[in-house]
């Protein structure tokens, strides 16, 4: 009698296994390991009137994301108790029950979310970061939600449809499912986002071109700029894609003369790291190995209502996800933390401006508003980079560690 449970317990042991082995090399960086950051206070950076100003505005966006949160946990869990009354209402089948449920979920979600999404407009507005009008946020946030219905109804398809002659053990060939749909995803993320044109500036492509070389890539990515100046004055980059559809997309709000040539040089050289040290198939990576057990857990949490094959456990499934995701936030900004170290690490490597990248920290945090030390718990839940003043340290750290060469 003792034998299934052995067997079973060495299964687990192996996959616990292979789970830490897969984590230890996604977690590989080129940071040297104990690095120690320098002290550094933000009230010897900032003036008296930069830090009131962004703590004020970071104040009202961290209680505004934390009740969101909390509001969404809460309907859900109505919905998961009731959202099955639903059923009567429908004569779509088994799959097609699931999916119209699962909508009614989402859509459900965007109502939520709708004020708070407002709140925080208005806040922006208040603050000049935002110049978007109120009519157009909804527009453009409702004509977003089409690809959340899509990406939600063929989930619902993969998840009920494996469900039905696999049972409770759907989450094994689903889990594969949805780490190729979010591979898929990253690739085409570059070609979804709107308002993009070349960059045209020789001498920053001349860098990028440079600096790729210098991180062993043997030519920059393309190099794009989007057009966001007339919604927004917030700084941003990012580097998207995979294989061919990778590229670097740099916010007109960086080229608008308020960044130095220098501190632009930063961060391309820190988008180039992302690229350089394959954060993106790293991320891919990290989503698999939480895709898996994330899908055992709806399985196993869903069992009493007859599993996913049964569209009565779409609800509950929805609110199990919302539970994990909001779980997994701290874990997942670490994750995201320790891949911009190392991009930083990378700008700082190629450009060897630590001068340029505390300048580009410190305005980040003087346009965006960023609170450049936020309290504990708002780092924990809300950041998915490094404070302005854990960044402006590892210059310094990197200053001291280079002149120790």
């Known amino acids: 009698m003792a034998a299934p449970r052995v067997g079973s317990g060495l299964i687990l042991l192996v996959l616990a296994a292979a789970w830490s082995a897969a984590a230890f090399l996604l977690w590989r960086s080129r940071v040297p390991s104990g690095l120690s950051l320098p002290a550094v206070d933000a009230d010897a950076l900032f003036s008296p009137t930069e830090l009131e100003r962004a703590r004020d505005y970071e104040r009202f966006v961290r209680w505004n994301f934390l009740l969101s949160q909390l509001a969404v946990l809460a309907v859900f869990a109505v919905y998961a108790r009731y959202g099955h009354r639903f059923m009567r209402e429908s004569a779509a089948g088994r799959i097609g ?37 109120y009519g157009e946020w909804i527009v453009e946030n409702w004509l977003g939600l089409g690809g959340e219905f899509l990406f939600i109804c063929l989930a619902i ?7 039905g002659p696999l049972g409770n053990l759907w989450w094994i060939p689903g889990g594969a499912v ?18 993009q044109r070349q960059l045209r500036d020789p001498i920053l492509l001349g860098d990028a071109q440079r600096f790729a070389r210098e991180q062993g890539l043997e030519e920059a990515p393309p190099v794009r700029v989007q057009v966001v100046r007339s919604y927004t004055t917030a700084p941003n980059a990012e580097a998207a894609g995979l294989g061919p559809s990778k590229r670097i997309i740099l916010w007109d709000t960086l080229l608008d003369g308020r960044f130095g040539d220098d501190e632009i040089r930063v961060v391309l050289a820190h988008e180039l790291g992302h690229i350089s040290r394959n954060h993106i198939w790293k991320s891919v990576g990290w989503y698999a190995l939480f895709a898996f057990p994330g899908a055992f857990v709806v399985a196993w949490a869903t069992r009493r ?17 919302v539970t994990l995701s909001f779980l997994a936030l701290p874990l997942q900004n670490v994750i995201t933390r320790h891949l911009e170290a190392e ?19 410190h305005r980040f945090s003087t346009t ?16 998915t980079h490094p404070t302005i003043v854990q960044r402006i340290a590892f210059a310094e750290a990197w200053e001291r560690e280079r002149g120790g060469r």
């Open 305 to 321: 209502r007859g599993g996913m094959r049964e569209a009565e456990a779409v609800p509950l499934s929805l609110l199990v996800l």
């Open 343 to 361: 991009a930083d690490w990378m700008a700082l490597e190629t450009t060897e401006d630590p001068d340029a990248a505390r300048a580009l920290f």
């Open 178 to 195: 949805f780490v190729a749909l979010a591979t898929l995803f990253a690739f085409l993320l570059p070609y979804l986002i709107p308002s």
């Open 157 to 163: 398809l993969i998840v009920m449809g494996l469900a």
């Open 97 to 133: 029950t699931g999916m119209l449920l699962a909508m009614l979920g989402l859509a459900i979600l965007w109502l939520v979310q709708l004020p708070f999404g407002l709140a925080e407009l208005w806040w922006q507005r208040r603050h000049d970061v935002s110049f978007s009008s």
């Open 368 to 383: 965006a508003l960023s609170d450049p030390s936020p309290p504990t718990w708002s780092y924990v839940l809300m950041e």
